[in-house]
Nanobody, 123 residues
Framework: QVQLLESGGGVVQAGGSLRLSCEAS????????MAWYRQTPGNEREVVAR???????NYADSVKGRFTISRDNAKNAVYLQMNSLRREDTAVYYC?????????????????WGQGTQVTVSS
């Protein structure tokens, strides 16, 4: 069972930057997708950025051009560089991983979540 541990959250002024890290307790080489989600009170968790094992990257429209996701399989880690932060980026940020296993003809997957890290952007 792989555990995901986020770090790097904190309080930053609007316009500032933060870099979130997600370190896995085991190998992420079989993780087809790694992603960052965020959630604010009373709202559903939303995807911020995702990166596949093949390196395909997608961003939520609200963060395009400001956030950058990267993945380092050798270090079993995923990162989220957040620049030009806005108040509306304030949320708890979660690391997510989807691990595939089983034969090609019957692939299955498990979802993994970190415990979350708080990001607060002040004006």
């Amino acid at each position: 069972q792989v555990q995901l541990l986020e770090s790097g959250g904190g309080v930053v002024q609007a316009g500032g930057s933060l870099r979130l890290s997600c370190e896995a307790s085991g190998s992420i080489s079989r993780f087809n997708v790694m992603a960052w989600y965020r959630q604010t009170p009373g709202n559903e968790r939303e995807v911020v950025a995702r990166i596949t094992r093949a390196g395909i990257i997608n961003y939520a429209d609200s963060v395009k051009g400001r956030f950058t996701i990267s993945r380092d399989n050798a270090k079993n880690a995923v990162y989220l560089q957040m620049n030009s932060l806005r108040r509306e980026d304030t949320a708890v940020y979660y690391c997510y991983g989807q691990k595939e296993y089983g034969p090609v003809e019957a692939v299955r997957s498990d979802d993994y979540w970190g415990q979350g890290t708080q990001v607060t952007v002040s004006s």
